[in-house]
């Protein structure tokens, strides 16, 4: 898959969010964090949507969204029950795809 | 106005503590997204967020903002349907999220809870004193205390069976628009009588204060008995709820309706076999076990008297189960394999059949989208239809979209007019208040815009909600 | 979250390269990973290997590291990544790595038991796997947790023609993260991809492996069980741990959020945010000792971020493995113990 393959299919698959938030309270990191809303499922989502259609650059938090995901799916449980059945953490997953070799050539502050 | 994000999170820090600021494009573009889908404006998004963790805080976030000017718009879970919780212009959010602490007195008859604490989380902790939450949206994972409470909606139940939260609403920590910090109403078990504040602030959607603490009456957890009934159409479930509430039978706390297609996808999803037309599920209630049988009882004999193809208690709990989850199910459907575009129709009792084939013409013969598909379910019992207009592609663009809201918003409110309704879950400002300037006197609107200018005089709070700017 | 694009970089730059240069994630060119193995008798080859991924043998290391990162500022908190590569690399260039802290030489005791309960198990139940010793691979999956699939591939083909080499077939795993990424990720890229991968528990529990208590009796009575996620969501794997641990005659309690719902242990984030790693690891940990203070786990990556919380909360983790390891009782002797 191409990059640009790739781009398309991740804003498709989070375009299908409807933001219900079921998946904020069960993520552990929100949890942890005394409940921030960009340290959740929803918020890592919303921002890789962003930073896919060009309105976010690839700079500190957004790199902490993307990578602060513990992958544990706790998300996808009820977001199959009670939301959209997204596949919250292989897009969040992809999204570090797409990421990973900006961050291992260490280029600056771009969009995506 | 310019503004200067350094100086603002730097002034914002005195009040909260560094890390309970966020000013990064990610934190406010989060925040901004509501459940609208289409996509967020440049004047949606904040310069800030900020998380106060108690009235003192928000007191001084909320002096100097008036002192700058500054729009302040309240985020509980964001989860609102009618847009209340999209910022309509720039300025800051003000996240309820850290106020959650739950204290339960049953020796005093009531709990508190902060604003920011989500339904479910209380549910759970009332369940060990035997004691019911009296709010039941289906967003209760993250829906808040607050947000329930500010617009005053029981969201799923009977009213005429529960009432709604703030009738259980024993009195509340408030700060205002200017930042005061009030005390209302008392800690008897006993509402007071007579012009109390509790009231007024109660079902304000966040225009004239920011709630930070609850206190309501415990509630004896009830017994229930599910009914299931089966129709071979929607409108002899409408004349069930119209002919109960004409005989004056005392509702279930929870009546629900799914349509025909409804049904049909719903009942597939659980794997149940497909109903032959819609149906109809009840949760009788009392307050002891044998009142619960003798009520459900009496209801499946009202039943009976109905044109239904079958009514029976149902004893199976796990067929009870599947019943009541495909509600849920259908919900799943039409949102996961389309858009999905709601209402929310609350008429006149004695309309309400008129007012389901209203609906069904309006999303049928929609101009800004040929053709969708009507489904409909919702808590006939209270009475409310959802009737939603489904459009089987996620291929919609954004001004179409809006566009669908929009026509969806309009034609609707147009139903709930002329047949006497005023929604009941949804609230009344941001997207409604269109629907309120035509329901009702242009007096109406006059004194809300009064009352609004005296508690907050440089409109600082959710700016935009009661103007109608969407 | 400041520092957090300077640090990653760091992270997975290190990371790539160790494992492009030596195959191991933390640029070990030593072996490190065979000598818990020593007096098994293991064949080198075999229709079914034994794989364990290195996972339970980089837990001291990663310990030792974690232990001299936090007693750094965190305001030092992009620095100390680069510290704690600094220092792999150190290690890596060491004849004899000498792990100092008592937290990683206790780790290190765990994952050895654990290992070596896993193979006394499989022995009782009639299979002798192969083990390939220095020669083992580590998988490659931390690489596609972070993101560089394109770099996965080929170091899992490398790792799939080894095998092939070796004459394998099926591949017994012992964690739940090598098993996925041989299970899921392995055949989306490596040609010709045909190996089974089967976790241990799949196959004892199969088999229906009856243990007994050693005589000593040194096992606790009650456990409570946490589920890691991997296992859980990804491998649907909760009957199994509770299976195999009950036929060990010890009695399993759930704490809240478990099977499905288990509460993640903090691990997948602690080579960057050790920081929040810890905070989910504690917060995780407080609700398993609610119900005992003896917690079951089944991932070495459970096993050691929980066991960061036993001294303040009076708490032991068991690897399951562990659990094998003091409970096996070969089916002769228990047969005698009952007659």
């Known amino acids: 898959m191409t990059i640009h393959e790739l781009k398309e299919l991740l804003l498709k698959e989070i375009g299908r969010c409807r933001a219900c938030r079921f998946c904020v309270?069960?993520?552990?990191?929100?949890?942890?964090?005394?409940?921030?809303?960009?340290?959740?499922?929803?918020?890592?989502?919303?921002?890789?949507?962003?930073l896919l259609m060009g309105t976010l650059t690839l700079e500190d938090s957004i790199s902490y969204a993307l990578y602060s995901c513990l992958q544990c799916k706790r998300c996808e449980v009820i977001c199959k029950s009670k939301g959209q059945n997204l596949d919250i953490c292989a897009l969040i997953q992809k999204g570090r795809t797409l990421v990973s070799q900006r961050l291992v050539e260490g280029v600056g502050h771009e969009r995506i | 106005?310019?503004?200067?994000?350094?100086?603002?999170?730097?002034?914002?820090?005195?009040?909260?503590?560094?890390?309970?600021?966020?000013?990064?494009?990610?934190?406010?573009?989060?925040?901004?997204?509501?459940?609208?889908?289409?996509?967020?404006?440049?004047?949606?998004?904040?310069?800030?967020?900020?998380?106060?963790?108690?009235?003192?805080?928000?007191?001084?976030?909320?002096?100097?903002?008036?002192?700058?000017?500054?729009?302040?718009?309240?985020?509980?879970?964001?989860?609102?349907?009618?847009?209340?919780?999209?910022?309509?212009?720039?300025?800051?959010?003000?996240?309820?999220?850290?106020?959650?602490?739950?204290?339960?007195?049953?020796?005093?008859?009531?709990?508190?809870?902060?604003?920011?604490?989500?339904?479910a989380k209380i549910r759970k902790a009332l369940a060990p004193h035997h004691a019911m939450l009296p709010i039941f949206p289906g967003s209760e994972l993250v829906a808040t205390l607050g947000g329930a409470v500010a617009v005053n909606t029981s969201a799923h139940a009977v009213d005429a069976a529960l009432g709604k939260p703030g009738d259980y609403v024993l009195g509340l920590e408030v700060v205002l628009p200017t930042g005061e910090i009030l005390q209302t109403g008392t800690e008897s078990p006993r509402k007071p009588a007579g012009i109390e504040a509790t009231k007024f602030l109660v079902g304000s959607e966040g225009l004239l204060c920011i709630l930070t603490k609850i206190r309501m009456r415990l509630v004896p957890m009830p017994q229930s008995i599910p009914i299931v009934a089966y129709y071979s159409k929607t409108e002899d479930i409408l004349g069930t709820v119209m002919g109960m509430y004409r005989q004056g039978i005392f509702p279930p706390m929870f009546f629900e309706y799914l349509d025909e297609k409804a049904a049909k996808v719903g009942f597939e999803a659980v794997g149940l076999s497909t109903p032959a037309g819609?149906?109809?599920?009840?949760?009788?209630?009392?307050?002891?076990?044998?009142?619960?049988?003798?009520?459900?009882?009496?209801?499946?004999?009202?039943?009976?008297?109905?044109?239904?193809?079958?009514?029976?208690?149902?004893?199976?709990?796990?067929?009870?189960?599947?019943?009541?989850?495909?509600?849920?199910?259908?919900?799943?459907?039409?949102?996961?394999?389309?858009?999905?575009?709601?209402s929310e129709i609350t008429p006149r009792v004695d309309k309400l059949k008129e007012a389901y084939q209203d609906a069904k013409s309006v999303v049928l013969n929609l101009k800004s989208y040929k053709n969708p598909e009507f489904y409909s379910f919702g808590h006939i019992g209270a009475p409310t239809i959802h009737a939603y207009a489904f459009i089987?592609?996620?291929?919609?663009?954004?001004?179409?979209?809006?566009?669908?809201?929009?026509?969806?918003?309009?034609?609707?409110?147009?139903?709930?007019?002329?047949?006497g309704g005023c929604g009941g879950e949804w609230g009344l400002t941001a997207q409604r208040i269109s629907f309120l300037k035509k329901r009702y006197d242009p007096a109406y609107y006059e004194l809300l815009v009064k009352i609004k200018n005296v508690v907050d005089p440089n409109n600082i709070l959710n700016r935009g909600n009661l103007e109608g700017w969407v | 979250m400041k520092g957090s694009r300077a640090l990653l970089s760091q992270a997975l730059s290190v990371m790539k390269s160790n494992i492009e240069r030596t195959?191991?994630?933390?640029?070990?060119?030593?072996?490190?990973?065979?000598?818990?193995?020593?007096?098994?008798?293991?064949?080198?080859?075999?229709?079914?290997?034994?794989?364990?991924?290195?996972?339970?043998?980089?837990?001291?290391?990663?310990?030792?590291?974690?232990?001299?990162?936090?007693?750094?500022?965190?305001?030092?908190?992009?620095?100390?990544?680069?510290?704690?590569?600094?220092?792999?690399?150190?290690?890596?260039?060491?004849?004899?790595?000498?792990?100092?802290?008592?937290?990683?030489?206790?780790?290190?005791?765990?994952?050895?038991?654990a290992l070596r309960g896993v193979v006394s198990a499989l022995k009782a139940a009639g299979i002798v796997p192969a083990y390939l010793y220095d020669e083992e691979p580590y998988s490659g999956v931390l690489l596609y947790d972070v993101g560089l699939e394109k770099e996965v591939i080929p170091h899992a083909e490398k790792v799939h023609g080894l095998l092939k080499r070796h004459g394998v077939e099926e591949v017994i795993t012992l964690d739940p993260h090598t098993t996925f990424v041989m299970r899921e990720v392995?055949?989306?890229?490596?040609?010709?991809?045909?190996?089974?991968?089967?976790?241990?528990?799949?196959?004892?529990?199969e088999k229906g492996m009856a243990l007994g208590k050693k005589e000593q009796n040194d096992l606790p009575d009650r456990f409570v069980i946490h589920d890691s996620c991997v296992m859980a969501r990804d491998l649907h794997l909760t009957r199994q741990p509770r299976e195999l641990a009950r036929s060990v005659d010890v009695e399993i309690s759930e704490p809240e959020n478990s099977g499905v719902n288990t509460a993640c242990c903090g691990g997948p984030v602690e080579y960057a945010f050790g920081e929040l790693s810890c905070r989910i690891s504690a917060a995780r940990s407080r609700e398993l000792v609610k119900e005992c203070k003896q917690v079951l786990v089944s991932c070495p990556i459970c096993l050691l971020n929980l066991s960061k919380h036993e001294r303040e909360l009076g708490m032991r983790v068991w690897d399951l493995g562990e659990v094998l390891d003091r409970a096996y009782l070969p089916r002769a002797s228990k047969t005698d113990s009952n007659g």
């Not at chain 1, 309270?25 to 962003?50: A, M, N």
């Not at chain 3, 191991?24 to 020593?38: R, V």
């Open chain 2, 1 to 119: 106005m310019e503004m200067k994000l350094k100086e603002l999170a730097a002034d914002l820090a005195r009040f909260t503590g560094e890390e309970h600021v966020f000013t990064d494009r990610p934190a406010a573009m989060v925040y901004a997204r509501d459940v609208m889908p289409y996509d967020l404006e440049d004047y949606n998004i904040p310069y800030a967020v900020v998380r106060p963790g108690d009235a003192t805080e928000i007191s001084a976030i909320l002096r100097y903002a008036n002192e700058k000017q500054l729009p302040v718009h309240i985020h509980g879970s964001g989860t609102s349907l009618v847009g209340l919780a999209r910022p309509k212009t720039n300025g800051i959010i003000l996240d309820t999220g850290r106020l959650q602490a739950i204290h339960v007195f049953p020796e005093r008859g009531y709990f508190e809870a902060g604003a920011g604490t989500h339904l």
């Open chain 1, 25 to 50: 309270d069960v993520c552990p990191t929100y949890q942890t964090s005394q409940g921030v809303e960009t340290f959740s499922s929803f918020g890592r989502l919303q921002s890789l949507r962003s």
């Open chain 3, 23 to 113: 195959g191991d994630p933390l640029g070990f060119q030593k072996d490190y990973w065979s000598s818990w193995a020593e007096g098994l008798e293991l064949p080198r080859q075999g229709k079914i290997m034994l794989l364990t991924g290195r996972m339970y043998q980089m837990l001291p290391y990663v310990s030792e590291t974690t232990n001299m990162v936090t007693r750094m500022k965190p305001l030092l908190a992009v620095r100390s990544a680069g510290k704690i590569l600094e220092m792999g690399r150190r290690l890596a260039g060491e004849k004899a790595i000498r792990l100092k802290a008592r937290g990683a030489k206790e780790i290190k005791k765990r994952g050895v038991s």
């Open chain 3, 186 to 205: 392995y055949p989306k890229g490596v040609r010709h991809y045909d190996l089974r991968v089967r976790h241990y528990l799949e196959i004892l529990t």
């Open chain 2, 278 to 342: 819609a149906v109809a599920m009840m949760s009788v209630h009392s307050w002891s076990m044998a009142g619960a049988e003798a009520q459900a009882s009496e209801f499946l004999a009202f039943l009976k008297t109905q044109p239904i193809m079958e009514a029976k208690i149902v004893e199976d709990k796990e067929e009870w189960e599947k019943i009541w989850s495909s509600r849920a199910e259908a919900g799943n459907y039409v949102y996961r394999l389309g858009y999905t575009f709601g």
């Open chain 2, 392 to 419: 089987p592609t996620k291929d919609i663009p954004n001004d179409v979209k809006r566009a669908i809201v929009k026509e969806m918003r309009e034609k609707t409110e147009e139903i709930n007019i002329r047949y």
